[in-house]
């Protein structure tokens, strides 16, 4: 089955600067990649997706990178703030299988 | 607020007793998936039905089952608990069945098994 893994487990940026996260995955037949932000106490929230038929997407200060020659994919923050801080998880799947999550990383946006 | 609702936010409970967690999902959303997160695991799909049906299956204990019911809303059942299904549990909800519809999740269910 799909396999994902996720680097790094935590990141540490000063306010303003940029922070990139990336995922890697096994199965070529994966073509969707959502990544989702998990604030304290709360449940994932989907903050962008990526298909397979696309290389880049960007949504303001999110964007997201998927190489599938290589099987990896990538979050990228720019301008971060304060409220950026939480986990994030990237996952993969096929569509229509059950969706497999990366371990997450820890983003800690210093003011 | 993702609209879909969880309950309960906590429970707590003996070792080989059974529990069950309840999902509303959003309305209008037909699909229900069910994701266990604990720390040594991560986030792990243990279910989806789809308009009351069984849709997939992802790695979801034989100790465990779950339904969706008319009204859309879906339980999941936990029996024969051991301290290790100590996690998180979360429901999520989307319009159509396929998993690259947009996911809602609810803020989760606390398990602690002692």
């Known amino acids: 089955g799909e396999n994902v893994e996720q680097h790094p487990s935590t990141l540490s940026v000063q306010e303003g600067d940029s922070a990139v996260i990336k995922c890697t995955y096994s199965?070529?037949?994966?073509?969707?990649f959502p990544w989702y932000k998990q604030e304290l106490g709360k449940g994932p929230q989907l903050i962008i997706d990526i298909r397979s038929n696309v290389g880049e997407k960007k949504d303001q200060r999110i964007a997201v990178t998927l190489n599938k020659t290589a099987k990896h994919f990538s979050l990228h923050i720019t301008e971060t703030q304060p409220e950026d801080s939480a986990v994030y998880f990237c996952?993969?799947?096929?569509?229509?299988?059950?969706?497999?999550f990366g371990a997450g990383t820890r983003l800690t946006v210093k003011p | 607020d993702s609209g879909v609702t969880q309950t309960p936010k906590h429970l707590i409970t003996a070792t080989g007793q059974r529990v069950t967690l309840r999902c509303s999902p959003r309305?209008?959303?037909?699909?229900v998936y069910w994701y266990q997160q604990s720390l040594d695991q991560g986030l792990q799909f243990l279910i989806q039905y789809y308009n009351g049906e069984e849709r997939a299956k992802g790695n979801i204990l034989e100790r465990f089952s779950a339904q969706q019911f008319p009204d859309l809303h879906s339980e999941l059942n936990l029996s024969s608990l051991e301290l290790g299904d100590s996690a998180l549990y979360f429901c999520?909800?989307?319009?159509?069945?396929?998993?690259?519809?947009?996911?809602?999740f609810g803020p989760g269910t606390r398990l602690t098994v002692l």
């Open positions: 199965d070529s037949a994966s073509n969707y």
């Open positions: 996952a993969a799947s096929i569509r229509g299988d059950d969706m497999r």
């Open positions: 309305s209008g959303d037909l699909s």
């Open positions: 999520a909800s989307s319009v159509g069945w396929a998993t690259d519809n947009e996911q809602f």
